[in-house]
């Protein structure tokens, strides 16, 4: 292969941070996995279960992105080591999967904004955030708003490739260290969290419910891997995708535990301190009946009692959504960039501007 153009200037904290994105903790804990729980459902369970099950893909990707750093990742793997027409299968398949999770992940960041500001305004008595997060539950602004949002890291990403990457880390150590102030704030109010969190439930616009069911199910767990392996453990190739552009040994070694590992630190953790704080029978019936109103972003939110602190969260939730379009955006980019190098598709996309940008991908 000839010199693709693209820069070695990814460090061990960018490829950590990409991975982290690719495998999304922070949207575990919204919306996408808890409102779908079952009586008996015990997620803690669950996550170690996905994680387990998660390993071996790791070591196979942590083994082949030491020995063929390409970009492109697992479809440069497949491509050499078993049949090119299987690779631009498998890599064509899962960038068509991407985009329509990337465009679900913008509406939800859509949705994100819109909870944001309604709870704050809710808190607050703040009318005129009420109705425009109102607003952002319709259909035309809620285009809009995912699509600027997209719009604009697409362009950060053109203009130069490092700023794309910067981009990330930022956005990933924003939110986690949110989503870190979210649990410090829940461990905080612990002794009036039912209290508290019914109040932010009935405010919202749901109502009470009591727990009817076992305290375990193995079927109603195991029932849970396949929304946990829809947004985290599994997705790890965002990392090994650009690994052409990995700088060191150490980052090309590391990059896929150490994100694997604080990915089940953020969930458990998460999940942990909701049944900790409201105990297992509460916390799983509000899940049950009231899961888009009651989740650990929700809880933090309205617990922070500081307007500083709900917006510092609320902003940190926001973020998550954005850190995985920023991410999509890169990922997406190089598995085409691949793809075209082997002159599957048309050779324009294998263009690179001086700044490292694949600029037509």
Do not use: C
Not at 68 to 96: E, H, K, Q
Not at 126 to 154: E, K, Y
Not at 256 to 273: C, E, K, Q, R, W
Not at 275 to 295: D, E, R, V
Request: no cysteine; glycine share 8%; hydrophobic share 55%.
């Amino acid at each position: 292969r000839e010199s693709s153009g693209l820069i070695k200037q990814v460090s061990l904290l960018d490829a950590v941070m990409l991975n982290l994105g690719n495998m999304s903790a922070g949207l575990a804990l919204f919306t996408s996995i808890t409102p779908y729980v079952l009586a008996g459902t015990n997620l803690l369970i669950a996550t170690t279960i996905g994680f387990l099950l998660a390993l071996p893909q790791a070591y196979v990707y942590t083994y082949f992105i030491t020995k063929i750093p390409r970009t492109g990742g697992d479809y440069v793997w497949v491509s050499r080591t078993l049949n090119g027409g299987i690779g631009v299968v498998m890599a064509l398949t899962l960038m068509i999967e991407s985009l329509s999770y990337f465009a679900l992940t913008a509406f939800f960041a859509s949705q994100a904004i819109q909870t944001v500001l309604n709870e704050i305004g809710i808190l607050n008595a703040n009318h005129a955030l009420v109705n425009i997060g109102n607003i952002l539950t319709q259909p035309i602004p809620s285009f809009i708003l995912a699509f600027a949002v997209f719009a604009i890291i697409i362009g950060i990403n053109v203009a130069k490739a490092k700023w794309g990457y910067s981009l990330i880390t930022i956005l990933g150590i924003f939110s986690l260290l949110a989503t870190i102030l979210a649990i410090g704030v829940i461990l905080a109010n612990v002794s009036d969290f039912v209290t508290k969190t019914s109040a932010m439930i009935t405010a919202m616009g749901g109502s009470i419910a009591k727990y009817q069911g076992p305290s375990f199910s193995w079927g109603a767990t195991l029932f849970m891997l396949p929304f946990l392996a829809l947004f985290t453990f599994p997705w790890m190739q965002a990392g090994p995708a650009v690994s052409a552009e990995i700088k060191g040994k150490r980052a090309l070694k590391y990059n896929v535990f150490l994100s694997l590992i604080l990915t089940l630190i953020l969930v458990m953790a998460g999940y942990g301190i909701m049944y900790y704080a409201g105990g297992y029978s509460f916390t799983t019936a509000q899940y049950i009946n009231n899961g888009y109103i009651f989740n650990f972003w929700t809880a933090a939110i309205w617990l922070s009692n500081n307007q500083l602190l709900e917006w510092i969260i609320g902003l940190g939730l926001i973020s998550w959504e954005v850190f995985i379009l920023a991410y999509g955006a890169i990922v997406f980019s190089r598995y085409i960039f691949a793809i075209a190098f082997d002159r599957v598709l048309p050779s324009i996309f294998t263009h690179v501007t001086k700044n490292g940008s694949p600029i037509y991908t």
